[in-house]
C-alpha cells in the first residue's frame, strides 16, 4: 500500500503563490506516476499536473501551464507542486494521486487510472 498526504494548502491573494507538497509513504513503485488533481465545489475532480516518479515527462493541464510547476525529491519521497499567478478559480481542494506501477508513454490524466489518493488540502484564493 502506498499512503500520500498533502500539505502547503492555505488563503491566498489572487497573484500570489502556494507550494503543495505530496509525500508517499509506504510501498512506493519508481515507475508509478503521481499526479495532482482538483475539485472545486459543485464541480468535478479535474486533472492539474502529473509527473513519473523516475523523471522525465510531465504533463499539465491548459489552464496551470506557465504558472504551476512539478518537481520531487525521491530521498524524500515527495512531489511538488509549485502554483504561481493564482486566481481565484483556482481555488479547490488539491487531491495528490499515484498510480501502481506505470508503463504508458504519456502519464495519465484520468482520475480512474489513478489507484492511491491523499485526503485533500484546500487552496482558497481570494480577488
Known amino acids: 500500500q502506498v499512503q500520500l498526504a498533502e500539505s502547503g494548502g492555505g488563503l491566498v491573494q489572487a497573484g500570489g503563490s502556494l507550494r503543495l507538497s505530496c509525500a508517499a509513504s509506504?510501498?512506493?513503485?519508481?515507475?508509478?506516476?503521481v499526479g495532482w488533481f482538483r475539485q472545486a465545489p459543485g464541480k468535478e475532480r479535474e486533472f492539474v499536473a502529473a509527473?513519473?516518479?523516475?523523471?522525465?515527462?510531465?504533463s499539465y493541464t491548459d489552464s496551470v501551464k506557465g504558472r504551476f510547476t512539478l518537481s520531487r525529491d525521491n530521498a524524500k519521497n515527495t512531489v511538488y507542486l509549485q502554483m504561481n499567478s493564482l486566481k481565484p478559480e483556482d481555488t479547490a481542494v488539491y487531491y495528490c494521486?499515484?498510480?501502481?506501477?506505470?508503463?504508458?508513454?504519456?502519464?495519465?490524466?484520468?482520475?480512474?487510472?489513478?489507484?492511491?489518493w491523499g485526503q485533500g488540502t484546500q487552496v482558497t484564493v481570494s480577488s
Open positions: 509506504g510501498r512506493t513503485f519508481s515507475s508509478s506516476v
Open positions: 509527473i513519473r516518479w523516475s523523471g522525465g515527462s510531465t
Open positions: 494521486a499515484a498510480t501502481r506501477a506505470w508503463g504508458g508513454a504519456s502519464v495519465p490524466t484520468m482520475t480512474t487510472l489513478y489507484y492511491f
